[in-house]
Nanobody, 114 residues
């Protein structure tokens, strides 16, 4: 199972960015998918996750600004990030739970300038 993340990059505060993460390989059924992030010197934190049925949860710091979605036919999860803040600067990691394990993407850097 491989996860390939794309998107991210540089944005100004108040701007928007989008991330996507495609899962490939020997997949039977993907359960939860989502995103965590880790900023320098900080602990990893949940950004958002979404179940196979579309139920989503968000970290407190991104509620109302970020939206997670998924396309089950494409085995892809998306993260739309609006009203970005400098505190959103981090490496974002996507994950997918399948075959009883969590699989992780390589991480993509999001930098928000003030």
């Amino acid at each position: 199972v491989q996860l390939q993340a794309s998107g991210g990059g540089l944005a100004q505060a108040g701007g928007s960015l989008g991330l996507s993460c495609a899962v490939s390989g020997s997949i039977f059924r993907i359960n939860d998918m989502g995103w965590y992030r880790q900023a320098p010197g900080k602990q990893r934190e949940l950004v958002a996750r979404i179940s196979s049925g579309g139920r989503s949860n968000y970290g407190d710091s991104v509620k109302g600004r970020f939206t997670i979605s998924r396309d089950n036919a494409k085995n892809t999860v998306y993260l739309q990030m609006n009203s970005l803040k400098p505190d959103d600067t981090a490496v974002y990691h996507c994950y997918a739970n399948t075959l009883g394990n969590d699989y992780w993407g390589q991480g993509t850097l999001v930098t928000v300038s003030s």
